[in-house]
Nanobody, 121 residues
Framework: QVHLVESGGGLVQPGGSLRLSCAAS????????MSWYRQAPGKERELVAF????????NYADSVKGRFTISRDNAMNKVYLQMNSLKPEDTAVYYC??????????????WGQGTQVTVSS
């Protein structure tokens, strides 16, 4: 059974840092691209960062470039999101997602349950 479990969220002051972790099990982690998404109240879920299966490629939303860093440890089946210089607008539930292509037009996607990040003084 597939599990993605996020941790590391919490309350932090503006300018502070948090490191989110996502522990994966039940699938071949090293074959999947991993992403972090977030969803703020009243807003659509948005992509924050992506890392390829081998970790050689990363992409970031413009709003977090230079502040957030995504990384992965395929030996530990974990993906991380280091968040620095946090702003109130970063407040959201953060989700990790595993994704890979399994057919010409088909992808396998798995989601975690999310972890709350609140940036406030």
């Amino acid at each position: 059974q597939v599990h993605l479990v996020e941790s590391g969220g919490g309350l932090v002051q503006p300018g502070g840092s948090l490191r989110l972790s996502c522990a994966a099990s039940g699938f071949t982690f090293s074959s999947y691209g991993m992403s972090w998404y977030r969803q703020a109240p009243g807003k659509e879920r948005e992509l924050v960062a992506f890392i390829s299966s081998a970790g050689s490629t990363t992409n970031y939303a413009d709003s977090v470039k230079g502040r957030f860093t995504i990384s992965r440890d395929n030996a530990m089946n974990k993906v991380y999101l280091q968040m620095n210089s946090l702003k109130p607008e970063d407040t959201a539930v953060y989700y990790c997602k595993a994704s890979r292509r399994v057919g010409p037009t088909t992808r396998a996607d798995y989601w975690g349950q999310g972890t709350q990040v609140t940036v406030s003084s």
